[in-house]
């Protein structure tokens, strides 16, 4: 009886003294130039496009990796994180995008006294690991919207959705199927914006 009870007591010591796993920092923005056979396609205008800094809804602009296991729910990760909360990544990927794609004579960064011919605003509406079923798949949302930057009136508005699978039933396997499915989505949003008319 004794020997059993010190058994338990240094298995329960042993767990309770166990270290937590190392935390894991994933890089988003792994995009970095839009496909040279895909930008052959785009016609190029001597334009200034304008973009707007990328928002997030509120659960997004943290820098916790997403899951869900059943339909409505979100979970986070436990010590998994990205290197910057997931808006920015994108922002930086959506500038190399339309710059790579040779459709507009120049991109820059909304800022005061900067003149151009359209305003591109970006909001990330989801990002998340669909993990209802093994390996699961990426999942991200992105919500676009094409404006006249003099009188700021909408021009045009889209949602671009777009997945891949998960590579394994993890965050780096969630990670891997999200880069993918976010160069997807900037794909959509640089062919749509180089197609929409600017207005006289």
């Known amino acids: 009886m004794r020997g ?13 003294a166990s270290p937590e796993p190392p935390h894991r920092y994933f890089v988003l923005d792994e995009a970095t130039a839009w496909p040279r ?3 052959a396609t785009v016609p ?26 059943a339909t409505g729910t979100r979970s986070h990760y436990l010590f998994n994180s990205w290197t910057e909360p997931p808006a ?12 790579s794609s040779g459709g507009f004579g ?12 359209l305003l591109l605003r970006v909001q990330l509406d989801e990002l998340y690991h669909d993990a209802t079923a093994p390996p699961g798949s990426a999942r991200i949302v992105l919500s676009a919207q094409l404006s006249n930057p003099r009188t ?15 590579t394994s039933y993890d965050a780096a396997g969630a990670v891997a ?14 062919g749509w914006a180089a197609a929409v008319p600017a207005p006289p």
Do not use: N
Request: proline share 5%.
């Open 4 to 16: 059993t009870f010190l058994a338990l007591a240094a298995w329960l010591i042993a767990g309770c």
């Open 37 to 39: 056979e895909a930008a």
């Open 44 to 69: 190029r205008r001597d334009i200034t496009l304008l973009v707007a800094p990328v928002s997030a809804t509120g659960f997004y602009r943290s820098r916790e990796i997403v899951y869900s296991r």
């Open 88 to 99: 920015t990544a994108i922002d930086h990927a959506l500038m190399t995008a339309l710059e």
């Open 106 to 117: 120049a991109v820059v960064p909304m800022a005061p006294g900067v003149e151009g011919a």
């Open 152 to 166: 700021r009136t909408p021009i045009d508005k889209r949602t671009f959705t777009a997945s891949a699978p998960a």
């Open 177 to 190: 199927g999200l880069r993918q499915a976010l160069q997807r989505a900037l794909d959509g949003i640089v």
